[in-house]
């Protein structure tokens, strides 16, 4: 009995030891907000990658022999958001059942923002009476979303007003324009702090372009069409009629000026105002 007992003690000693190092291990690995896997680590390079197992996964830009642009953002935690210094977050998206949790598999969760990254707007954003009515992305013209669109550019030391507007002389019966500003020079989506300083269209810009152009979709690369100071008049002059669709922060870098058919696919959000959208162009 008394040699069992002796030999016992080191070894209970040991494995008891032992658990407490793994626990103290897993404490140290997990960061304090972590109250499920979070689901996107290190994919903002698409690279790294703790285990090296020879499985990277490809992330692209341009495909099909450089046909088709993907001119949506991807959605990462320091994405910019709107009136925010600290971006998307990093609950955006969370992983409640995770296989390194004992779960049979993986399943994510997103929570954000219906006007984050590259998404559409609908009427009933900036019109109460219209989403009541429910004039919602579920309502917006999948034709108007898919065709031929002008991507332009337009000058840099101003917003986009109605001087503006005129000077670009987009040709009549042109119904789907892509605008690329000093935003996208600046780089503000790659930002993650919300910049309020951001290029659009100002009120009258918004006025101009209703009233002498048919341009029906407006796409541009920051999170809204409209400049800042003027966001709400400017998004009630172009939403008022519910004709026009507003694509707002495209990426539109390393993509040539000129003519392309455009694909816009939101969700179908029924009784949202916005939806977040994949958007290519081909060429
Ligand atoms: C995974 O672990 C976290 C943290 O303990 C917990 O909040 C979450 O509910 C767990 N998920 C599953 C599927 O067990
Ligand atoms: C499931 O999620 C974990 C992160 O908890 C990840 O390491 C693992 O590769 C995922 N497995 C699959 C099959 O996607
Ligand atoms: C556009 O308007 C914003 C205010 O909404 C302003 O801060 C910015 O300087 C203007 N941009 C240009 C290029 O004039």
Request: aromatic share 8%; hydrophobic share 40%; charged share 25%.
């Amino acid at each position: 009995m008394k040699n069992n007992n002796t030999n016992h003690r080191p070894n209970l000693f040991l494995s008891l030891y032992g658990a407490l190092l793994s626990l103290l291990a897993s404490i140290a690995a997990s960061s304090p907000a972590d109250l499920a896997y979070p689901s996107v680590s290190g994919v903002d390079s698409g690279h790294c990658s703790l285990h090296d197992d020879g499985l990277h996964p490809v992330r692209k830009e341009v495909y099909g022999n450089g046909r088709i642009f993907d001119i949506t953002h991807r959605y990462i935690m320091d994405m910019p958001s709107w009136d925010s210094e600290d971006g998307l977050g990093d609950e955006y998206l969370r992983l409640p059942s995770s296989m390194k949790n004992g779960s049979l598999y993986n399943a994510s969760e997103m929570k954000f923002s219906v006007h984050s990254g590259t998404h559409v707007d609908a009427p009933g954003h900036v019109f109460d009476h219209y989403f009541d009515a429910g004039f919602d992305v579920d309502t917006l013209d999948l034709e108007l979303l898919n065709g031929a669109a002008l991507l332009v550019d337009v000058p840099r030391d101003k917003n986009i007003t109605a001087e503006v507007m005129k000077s670009l002389n987009i040709p009549k019966g042109l119904r789907r324009v892509l605008f690329r500003t000093l935003n996208t020079d600046r780089r503000l989506m790659w930002k993650k702090e919300f910049d309020t300083s951001f290029a659009g269209l100002t009120k009258d810009g918004a006025k101009w372009l209703v009233e002498n152009t048919d341009i029906k979709l407006i796409g541009t690369d920051y999170l809204s069409v409209a400049a800042y100071v003027e966001a709400i008049p400017a998004h009630h002059v172009l939403l008022k009629d519910r004709d026009i669709i507003l694509v707002e922060g495209l990426k539109l870098v390393d993509v040539q000026l000129g003519m392309y058919s455009l694909h816009c696919l939101p969700l179908r959000l029924l009784g949202a105002e916005g939806s977040p959208t994949r958007c290519i162009l081909i060429g």
